[in-house]
């Protein structure tokens, strides 16, 4: 008698864990942001979690990489309540590698700043209902948050944290973001909240101040944009026994205000750890004229963390200072966004590094050569042999060795001659229309053809103007201002 058999019917419950995962886990291809960045939105996969206790159990793992690899709180007894639950969790509290410590905080200033906005948009009977819901509770809000602080519960509650995190391996100090982007300004567990118990999302968006005013520190005692950073410091030391964990600095001044010492550098705590910062960001630490961070204070900063292997700026003016010391051994990344650099110091930087660095990321640079008026004036001659554009750059990138992987886009290079040159406007609008802005993105052996094929094809760009390239030799300031002492020579 034959038996037919019959194959199961797949479902998804039936799934293994290894399979589950791969489909909870997929991302999309070149995703746009970052609600975007999974096949799977975050909604989605807590409603499967839901469907039985099987497929809750076989999603766990999914679940635990997306939510709790990387955690970012703040200073408030909610936020850090949570991320002490977080670390008694039986599962979740072996899967968090990095935990992130952002400087969001109820501004103490906002009543004024948010009535200011809604009367200027919504008029006084509008903002007069606005003040009657809110105000009591933001006023509340901002006496809760300074009874914490000086309560020095948010000290204990992160010690408690940290020492139950067992897998750590990271610790990021992280500043306030330099976009206004409401999703950047969300980030920290707990700033949602605060933002909907302030009154966001009631009124029309457009009459509603950007995110920032909320969240930034720029009352109290007086504006203090890493005021943070000393708690966090010191809570570092319940895990200084560990060895493997490293810190991650960031250091960023949004335009708000000047903060010349952001955190206790001379402290014990700091010298304690300080060997174990591997990455340091910084934005809009420096302008035109004065160093909005003191130069000191940043001078015994860099000095200190010795064992750096990252480097970010953006938006920066002054990094020379910075890339010409001698003290980092071992830099493998370097990223550089919406910055101006002088390009003899940038190519003694990437000569120095060449054997060392693997990515180097850079976005709207301007290389700048900077000559003094009596140079022009003097040696007009000379002018003609500078050659401050990006292809001397490119062939040192070329012949690095560990370079595996760049991204370039927006680069553009001026000369300041210090005097207006006459008759060069034209020169300049001609270079405009043969220049380009698209990035390019190369990994591995692609990285040398890449740069051969920039090398080759300068005078392929010169003689064809309607090419879109991703580089540009169109910036050259006239304006006669900002004459600095001349480079060494190329």
């Excluded at 948009?121 to 009874?147: D, N, S, Y």
């Excluded at 109290?220 to 810190?247: E, F, M, N």
């Excluded at 595996?404 to 060069?424: A, C, F, M, R, T």
Aim: glycine share 6%.
């Amino acid at each position: 008698m034959e038996v037919q058999s019959q194959k199961p019917t797949p479902t998804l419950e039936g799934m293994p864990v290894e399979v589950m995962s791969l489909i909870l886990t997929s991302v999309k291809y070149k995703a746009d942001n970052e609600d975007d960045e999974y096949v799977l939105g975050n909604g989605d996969l807590c409603n499967i979690r839901l469907v039985s206790r099987r497929v809750c159990q076989t999603s766990e793992d999914a679940f635990a990489q997306r939510f709790f690899i990387s955690r970012k709180h703040m200073l408030s007894r909610t936020s850090l309540q949570a991320l002490v639950d977080i670390s008694r969790h039986p599962v979740f509290s072996n899967y968090v590698r990095e935990v992130a410590i952002g400087p969001e905080r109820v501004n103490a200033p906002v009543i004024a700043i948010f009535e200011t906005f809604l009367t200027a948009f919504m008029g006084e009977v509008e903002t007069e209902a606005w003040k009657a819901k809110f105000g009591p509770r933001q006023e509340k809000l901002i006496l809760e948050q300074e009874e914490f602080d000086t309560s020095g519960q948010a000290l204990d509650l992160l010690k408690v944290a940290l020492e139950g995190f067992e897998h750590l391996t990271n610790i990021r100090l992280d500043s306030y973001p330099r976009s206004n982007n409401d999703g950047e300004w969300t980030r920290a567990w707990g700033a949602k909240t605060i933002l909907e118990q302030l009154g966001e999302g009631q009124f029309n968006p457009l009459s509603w101040p950007d995110t920032c005013y909320a969240l930034a520190d720029e009352g109290g005692s007086g504006p203090k944009l890493h005021r943070h950073y000393d708690v966090v410091i010191q809570a570092l030391q319940s895990i200084k026994c560990r060895k493997v964990w490293t810190i991650e600095v960031s250091l960023d001044s949004v335009d708000l205000c000047v903060e010349k010492e952001p955190f206790v550098i001379t402290s014990r705590e700091w010298h304690a750890c300080k060997d174990r910062v591997r990455s340091i960001r910084l934005g809009g630490t420096t302008k035109d004229g004065p160093t909005i961070i003191g130069a000191n204070w940043m001078d015994r900063l860099l000095r200190g963390c010795k064992n750096v292997e990252s480097l970010t700026f953006t938006n920066e003016c002054r990094i020379e200072p910075i890339i010409r010391q001698e003290w980092w051994a071992n830099v493998t990344s370097l990223t550089l966004r919406d910055c101006r650099v002088r390009s003899f110091e940038f190519r003694n930087f990437l000569v120095k590094h060449s054997d060392t660095l693997e990515i180097i990321v850079c976005s709207g640079v301007s290389l700048t050569r900077w000559l003094m008026s009596s140079q022009f004036r003097t040696q007009p001659s000379s002018v003609k042999e500078i050659d401050p554009s990006w292809f001397i750059e490119f062939e040192v990138m070329r012949s690095m060795p560990r370079l595996q992987k760049l991204e370039l886009s927006k680069l553009s290079w001026w000369i300041d001659y210090g005097v207006i040159l006459p008759n060069h406007e034209e020169d300049v609008a001609k270079r405009e229309a043969q220049g380009g802005s698209d990035r390019i993105m190369a990994e591995g052996s692609n990285i040398v053809v890449l740069l051969n094929r920039a090398i080759r094809d300068r005078t392929t760009v010169d003689k064809a103007p309607k090419v879109r390239v991703w580089f540009s030799e169109d910036k050259v300031r006239k304006d006669g201002c900002g004459v600095a002492e001349a480079d060494s020579p190329p």
